[in-house]
């Protein structure tokens, strides 16, 4: 059985890196934390929340890498030394990777009560319409 792939469709040229960018989203792996939101605030715009309880502001970096939205946590050593008795808060780092359409932008992102903001705007791209000569060969 062979398989059908977007790049040997006779109709859709040049998907090919659409096709490896939908492997590479469910290779992700991403787990359960930290819980996400996202949601639409406009026609051409989106937001993305996570929770991030006992996160500050420089324990987190937000980057983009080749289309794709990495939003990294990494919690540091306070260096006191602390005993729990019951220890239910994560203090864990995190990766969440959200891959970004051509044209989403990253806005702002802000922190504020537990909760990470990042904002993305889509700008559509206006309608090209070209004529191609043809000349005798």
Known sequence: ????????????????????LLERTA??????Y???????????SYRITLAVAG????????????????????QTDDGTER?????GIAARQFQRSFVLADGVEVEEA???NGLLHVDLRL???????????????
């Open 34 to 44: 930290p819980p996400y939101n996202i949601e639409q605030t406009s026609q051409t």
């Open 1 to 20: 059985m062979t398989k059908l792939t977007l790049g040997s469709h006779p109709h859709m040229l040049g998907f090919e890196q659409l096709e490896r």
């Open 110 to 112: 802000v922190i504020e």
């Open 83 to 87: 005993v729990f008795l019951h220890r």
């Open 55 to 74: 996160f500050a502001e420089d324990d987190l970096s937000i980057t983009i890498e080749d289309r794709q939205l990495v939003i990294r946590g990494r």
């Open 123 to 137: 700008s559509r791209p206006e309608t090209v319409v070209q004529t191609i000569d043809i000349r005798k060969g």
């Open 27 to 32: 290779k992700s792996g991403n787990e359960g």
